[in-house]
C-alpha cells in the first residue's frame, strides 16, 4: 500500500497542465511542499516537467495530508499563468533547503554589531 492516494488527476487541455489531488497518508505536520512535489514528480515519472505545489492542507483528527500540483511542460507557459510570489516562494524554500541549519544567512553575516559599554 502506498504512501500517496491519488484522488483526482485531470489534464486540464485549456490551460495545458496536468492538475493532481492526492492524499500523503501517516505525513500530517511533517511534510513540506517540495518534498511533495518531489514525492509527485516521482510517483508519476515527471523528471523534466514543472511540478509546482499550490496547497497543502492538515487534515483535523487524522494523521493525513490532502495536496493538490499543477505540472506543466513549459516553465515559460507556468509563469504565464502563475504569480511570480509563487516561484519567488519555491526558490526562496530551495535555497533554505540547500542551505545547513548551522550556517548564518548573508543578511545576518553584513549586519554591524552594536557595542555595549
Known amino acids: 500500500m502506498s504512501m500517496i492516494e491519488v484522488t483526482r488527476d485531470v489534464k486540464n487541455s485549456l490551460l495545458s497542465r496536468r492538475e493532481i489531488t492526492c492524499n500523503f497518508k501517516g505525513l500530517s505536520g511533517r511534510l513540506k511542499k517540495l518534498e511533495a512535489a518531489d514525492m509527485i ?45 509563487v516561484f519567488a516562494r519555491i526558490e526562496k524554500a530551495k535555497g533554505a533547503a540547500a542551505k545547513p541549519e548551522g550556517e548564518a544567512t548573508a543578511e545576518q553575516a553584513e549586519a554591524p554589531k552594536e557595542e555595549t559599554k
Open 41 to 85: 514528480s516521482k510517483k508519476f515519472n515527471l523528471e523534466g516537467k514543472i511540478v509546482i505545489p499550490v496547497l497543502l492542507k492538515n487534515e483535523t483528527g487524522r494523521p493525513v495530508v490532502s495536496g493538490s500540483f499543477y505540472v506543466y511542460e513549459d516553465e515559460k507557459l507556468a509563469k504565464e499563468h502563475l504569480k511570480a510570489a
